[in-house]
T-cell receptor, first 113, second 114 residues
Framework: DGGITQSPKYLFRKEGQNVTLSCEQN?????MYWYRQDPGQGLRLIYY???????QKGDIAEGYSVSREKKESFPLTVTSAQKNPTAFYLC????????????FGPGTRLTVL | DQQVKQNSPSLSVQEGRISILNCDYT??????FLWYKKYPAEGPTFLIS?????DKNEDGRFTVFLNKSAKHLSLHIVPSQPGDSAVYFC?????????????FGKGTKLSVKP
């Protein structure tokens, strides 16, 4: 089955710790994206990558970092510099940035205590 | 500055009736629009889309209408079913490259009552 996986589903961390969220896709998609969703808010773009070894900042990149060493994987690190890290994080992919439909993973709920 | 607005946070409809979800946008350069459906604690799933060269697109019970002059689109669900209860996000896209990222509205929570 092709799809996008995110792990874990729920993640708890202490304030001041960095944490890495996993995102893997086997759809052979070139483009991958990270969004965060807060209650009552739409999805806001954190980072995106159009191709392996390349990525760009989205609208709210401060306090986050990413890597794209493999086509299938786009991990997101939430650093201690992120002021409000508690949120629902969604990873998505698409065939390419000019292709319109993005397919989303199930999400990771990060809670920083 | 919100470029994509969904002004109704919630909508309640009786089963079997029509649900109409609305979306307004401010950027006339948007050329593609999408609707996503999202259940709690899950990722959004793509529902239906429309290109700016069209004014209507239909897929089963779902129809999206686009009024470019009013910068307005709407999603019609008919007949509505309890399983349609979810949050619906409108998204817009402008061309490719870095301009091709999706801009999402804040969502409308639809409740379909049996």
């Amino acid at each position: 089955d092709g799809g996008i996986t995110q792990s874990p589903k729920y993640l708890f961390r202490k304030e001041g710790q960095n944490v890495t969220l996993s995102c893997e896709q086997n759809l052979n998609h070139d483009a991958m994206y990270w969004y965060r969703q807060d209650p009552g808010q739409g999805l806001r773009l954190i980072y995106y990558s159009q191709i392996v070894n390349d990525f760009q900042k989205g609208d709210i990149a401060e306090g986050y970092s990413v890597s794209r060493e493999k086509k299938e994987s786009f991990p997101l690190t939430v650093t201690s510099a992120q002021k409000n890290p508690t949120a629902f994080y969604l990873c998505a992919s698409s065939r390419g940035q000019v292709h319109n439909e993005q397919f989303f993973g199930p999400g990771t709920r990060l809670t920083v205590l | 500055d919100q470029q994509v607005k969904q002004n109704s946070p919630s909508l309640s409809v009786q089963e079997g009736r029509i649900s109409i979800l609305n979306c307004d946008y401010t950027n006339s350069m948007f050329d593609y629009f999408l609707w996503y459906k999202k259940y709690p604690a899950e990722g959004p799933t793509f529902l239906i889309s429309i290109s700016s060269i069209k004014d209507k697109n239909e897929d089963g019970r779902f129809t999206v209408f686009l009024n470019k002059s009013a910068k307005h689109l709407s999603l019609h669900i008919v007949p509505s079913q309890p399983g349609d209860s979810a949050v619906y996000f409108c998204a817009a896209k402008r061309g490719g490259g870095s301009q091709g990222n999706l801009i999402f509205g804040k969502g409308t929570k639809l409740s379909v009552k049996p």
